[in-house]
């Protein structure tokens, strides 16, 4: 969830009544923010309601650290796995649902995912990945 304001760097807290003008400025991860605007609005596995799609967990060797989950429809797959510790993660799947092939959405790169997968995650770190099915 982002709350108005906070990709333009905005500090308070708005006021919910009132008219309180966003003061837009560039932010340090303002680019990230454009990013995950765009992965939301490219892919409508990430619609929200019944535009989108169920997210479905994958379980993980790392589960008390990784979340890890697949949302999918007809048209596209995404599978996202996130690192919520302080620690480098290395994680293995159990499930076959996240197998296929991907695009990682922030670099860019190949990626052929399957049982024999094992991703290394840096601490607080993610990877989301997309496929047209």
């Excluded at 190949?110 to 997309?130: D, M």
């Amino acid at each position: 969830m982002i709350y108005n304001g906070q990709e333009a760097g905005n500090a308070k807290r708005l006021e919910f009544f009132e008219r309180d003008p966003i003061k837009w400025q560039p932010h340090p991860i303002g680019d990230l923010y454009q990013q995950v605007f765009a992965l939301k609005k490219q892919n409508s596995v990430l619609w929200n309601g019944k535009w989108g799609a169920p997210m479905q967990h994958v379980p993980n060797n790392q589960a008390n650290q990784v979340l890890s989950f697949v949302r999918q429809n007809q048209q596209q797959k995404l599978f996202a796995v996130f690192n919520f510790s302080a620690e480098p993660q290395k994680v293995r799947f159990s499930e076959s649902l996240y197998h296929g092939n991907y695009v990682e959405y922030f670099t860019q790169t190949q990626a052929s995912l399957s049982s024999e997968t094992e991703l290394t995650l840096a601490p607080w770190s993610y990877r989301v990945f997309v496929a047209k099915i």
